[in-house]
């Protein structure tokens, strides 16, 4: 059995700890709040802009978009978001697993034709590691979301894909459900999936009870012109929103972790204790043994 100092100093050590991981929790509570607010405040801007664009999807106006065309895929691009530091429970582990899996399934293209964008730190490490070349490095896009950066990266995408130097997008992330779940999701970037814009749009205007209105337009110079300029805006929104959803989602996983790395450490400390009183009484009995044994001879 440990002695009482050994018990003590380890009691000590558990404490400092636990101050430690519920501070990083107050930390991770408050930047999630932030991040939950920068959602909030862009909804409704990426709401109406989905809103819009369905409306035009469903007039008979026909249109050819680059961004719509679908081809044999020969050299993919694959957009992978996670966290720049540690302490998050399996929120960077399991994005990299989904992308060794993707890597696999992607196997007989060849490693040349693939083309790894990481977002964050971690994911960054583990590409170089698995042996790919990282297409650019976007560490400070992890921790502080900017819409002028994943303006600047979808821009690019686009301009790859219309150039033809990629024939197909993905991207992995996470999606903030709730505090408790965040569900990792791996989707389709480019070609964009019209019809998949205007599910989503009729989604939001359900969840929102939002009244859909079929709006009567009046377009100069053509709808095909409007929708030309629109797609692009469509695509740098979505890159965004999944920006934001992954910053928000790693505040949520590291809260947890920390929640739980805290609620270990309080059950630590009452073991650890009880050991220490139990050790400590035996102590002070056989003391009193000995006392009580020397007064007898």
């Given at each position: 059995?440990?002695?009482?100092?050994?018990?003590?100093?380890?009691?000590?050590?558990?404490?400092?700890?636990?101050?430690?991981?519920?501070?990083?929790?107050?930390?991770?509570?408050a930047k999630?709040?932030?991040?939950?607010?920068?959602?909030?405040?862009?909804?409704?801007?990426?709401?109406?802009?989905?809103?819009?664009?369905?409306?035009?999807?469903?007039t008979?106006?026909?249109?050819?978009?680059?961004?719509?065309?679908?081809?044999?895929v020969?050299?993919?691009?694959?957009v992978?978001?996670?966290?720049?530091?540690?302490?998050?429970?399996?929120?960077?582990?399991n994005?990299?697993?989904?992308?060794?899996?993707?890597?696999?399934?992607?196997?007989?293209?060849?490693?040349?034709?693939?083309?790894?964008?990481?977002?964050?730190?971690?994911?960054?490490?583990?590409?170089?590691?698995?042996?790919?070349?990282?297409?650019?490095?976007?560490?400070?896009?992890?921790d502080?979301?900017?819409?002028?950066?994943?303006?600047?990266?979808?821009?690019?995408?686009?301009?790859?894909?219309?150039?033809?130097?990629?024939?197909?997008?993905?991207?992995?992330?996470?999606?903030?459900?709730?505090?408790?779940?965040?569900?990792?999701?791996?989707?389709?970037?480019?070609?964009?999936?019209?019809?998949?814009?205007?599910?989503?749009?009729?989604?939001?205007?359900?969840?929102?009870?939002?009244?859909?209105?079929?709006?009567?337009?009046?377009?100069?110079?053509?709808?095909?012109?409007?929708?030309?300029?629109?797609?692009?805006k469509?695509?740098?929104?979505k890159?965004?929103?999944?920006?934001?959803?992954?910053?928000?989602?790693?505040?949520?996983?590291?809260?947890?972790?920390?929640?739980?790395?805290?609620?270990?450490?309080?059950?630590?400390?009452?073991?650890?204790?009880?050991?220490?009183?139990?050790?400590?009484?035996?102590?002070?009995?056989n003391?009193?043994?000995?006392?009580?044994?020397?007064?007898?001879?």
């Amino acid at each position: 059995m440990a002695s009482l100092k050994e018990v003590k100093n380890r009691i000590s050590s558990v404490k400092s700890t636990r101050q430690i991981t519920s501070a990083m929790k107050m930390v991770a509570s408050a930047k999630l709040h932030k991040a939950q607010g920068r959602i909030e405040n862009m909804l409704p801007y990426q709401r109406k802009l989905n809103e819009i664009l369905t409306n035009f999807l469903r007039t008979d106006a026909s249109f050819e978009s680059p961004y719509t065309e679908k081809r044999t895929v020969e050299r993919v691009a694959i957009v992978v978001f996670s966290s720049n530091t540690s302490l998050c429970g399996s929120f960077n582990s399991n994005v990299v697993k989904m992308l060794e899996r993707m890597l696999e399934s992607y196997q007989s293209l060849g490693r040349e034709n693939i083309l790894i964008y990481p977002v964050g730190k971690k994911i960054e490490e583990a590409v170089k590691k698995m042996g790919y070349e990282p297409q650019g490095s976007y560490r400070s896009m992890a921790d502080k979301p900017s819409y002028t950066e994943a303006y600047e990266l979808a821009g690019k995408l686009m301009q790859e894909f219309v150039r033809r130097n990629i024939d197909h997008v993905e991207l992995i992330y996470h999606h903030f459900k709730s505090m408790g779940t965040q569900e990792l999701l791996c989707e389709n970037y480019l070609p964009i999936d019209l019809g998949r814009v205007a599910e989503e749009a009729k989604l939001d205007t359900a969840a929102e009870n939002i009244r859909s209105f079929n709006n009567d337009y009046i377009v100069e110079p053509s709808v095909d012109g409007l929708i030309a300029e629109l797609l692009p805006k469509v695509l740098s929104q979505k890159l965004f929103t999944v920006l934001l959803d992954s910053n928000t989602s790693e505040h949520a996983a590291r809260m947890l972790a920390m929640q739980a790395a805290t609620d270990n450490a309080n059950d630590l400390i009452q073991d650890l204790t009880k050991q220490y009183n139990k050790s400590r009484q035996q102590a002070i009995t056989n003391e009193l043994l000995d006392i009580v044994g020397g007064s007898l001879k």
